[in-house]
C-alpha cells in the first residue's frame, strides 16, 4: 500500500495547496456528498460526519488507498456560516462576524479503503474579529474576493487583517485542513511523512 499515493476527497485549492506542504504525492478527486445539515446535529457533528463521508465516497474508486476526507463549519452564535457565493451575502457575514468570535470547526478523516478502517480528529479555532465598518468590509470583499470560503474571508491572504487574534492549535485548519493532525492520523496507519 506504501506505494500507492494518498487519495485527498476534495476539489478545494485550498486543501490541495496544504497538502503539497507535507512533499507527498496525493491525488485529489471531488466526491459527491450531500452536505445538508441533520435535525438537531451540532456544528462539530457535521464537519466531522462529511469529512468521514467524503473519504468513504471515494472507497470504490481508490480500493487500495489511504483517503483523506476533511471538512469545515464556522459557527457564529449558533448560527453556521456558509460560503457566501457572492458579495452582498458575504458582506453581511462580516457584518455579523464584526467584533465577534467565529468558531470554526475542521474535521479530518483517513480511511484505509481496503480494510474499511478509518480514523478522525477534529481541529477547533477561534477567530476573534476586529469591529469592522461597512466600508472595511466592502473593501476588504473586493480586493480578496472570498465567494468561496467559510466565514467570507481568506486567512491565508488579506483576511488577516480583519482579525483580532486567532486561537487554534494549527494554523492551517483555518485555511481547511489541520495538517498537525493529519500527520498524526496517517502515522497510525504507517505512513509516517518524515
Known amino acids: 500500500m506504501s ?3 494518498l ?4 476539489s478545494s485549492p485550498y486543501r490541495q495547496e496544504l497538502l503539497h506542504k507535507l512533499k507527498i504525492d496525493f491525488i485529489a478527486e471531488s466526491p459527491a ?7 438537531q446535529e451540532k456544528p462539530e457533528q457535521l464537519a466531522v460526519r462529511l469529512g468521514i463521508a467524503k473519504a468513504h465516497a471515494l472507497q470504490n474508486r481508490y480500493p487500495e488507498h489511504l483517503i483523506i476526507g ?19 451575502t458575504a458582506i453581511r457575514q462580516l457584518q455579523l462576524a464584526s467584533g465577534h468570535c467565529v468558531e470554526f470547526f475542521t474535521s479530518v478523516c483517513v480511511l484505509n479503503s481496503n480494510t474499511g478502517q478509518y480514523l478522525t480528529d477534529l481541529d477547533i479555532t477561534y477567530v476573534y474579529f476586529k469591529p469592522l465598518t461597512l ?13 468561496d470560503c467559510a466565514g ?23 485555511i481547511g485542513l489541520p495538517l498537525i493532525k493529519l500527520c498524526g492520523l496517517l502515522e497510525k496507519f504507517q505512513r509516517a511523512i518524515l
Not at 456528498?33 to 435535525?39: D, K, T
Open 7 to 10: 487519495i485527498l476527497a476534495s
Open 152 to 174: 467570507s474571508f481568506k486567512a491565508e491572504s488579506l483576511g488577516v487583517a480583519l482579525f483580532e487574534k486567532v486561537l487554534s492549535e494549527d494554523s492551517n485548519a483555518l
Open 70 to 88: 476533511s471538512d469545515q463549519v464556522a459557527v457564529l452564535q449558533d448560527r453556521l456560516l456558509s460560503k457566501p457565493g457572492d458579495r452582498d
Open 135 to 147: 466600508s472595511q468590509i466592502e473593501r476588504y470583499i473586493d480586493l480578496d474576493t472570498p465567494f
Open 33 to 39: 456528498v450531500n452536505e445538508e445539515r441533520l435535525a
Open 3 to 5: 506505494a500507492n499515493p
